[in-house]
């Protein structure tokens, strides 16, 4: 699996050289910037202060997982969202519409 973590290695406390030792059969991959300009052939994007645009959605090939590090504004995770699910077609349930609770 490969990882991209969208910052410089030191970042975080080093929080990138934690990571790595702690699952050495991941492949990491840091940007070296708080950005990330493609996304093809990375399984999961760690943005960190990584702006995830449409335009950077498009650039994937294999992604599966967007894993946020921090808490968010929740209009931040929502432009997310939806910005992830437009991009792979995807349509989620409403809580509160039957079905939706699953």
Known sequence: ??????????????????????????????????EADMLKGFDVLIPTMCSVS?????TRDQLRLIQRTAQSSAADTRRVCRAWHRANRVQVPVPGVRGAEG
């Open 54 to 58: 449409q335009k950077l959605l498009e």
């Open 1 to 34: 699996m490969k990882i991209l973590f969208a910052a410089p290695e030191n970042a975080w406390g080093g929080f990138f050289g934690l990571i790595r030792a702690e699952l050495p059969e991941y492949h990491f991959e840091a940007t070296g910037r708080f």
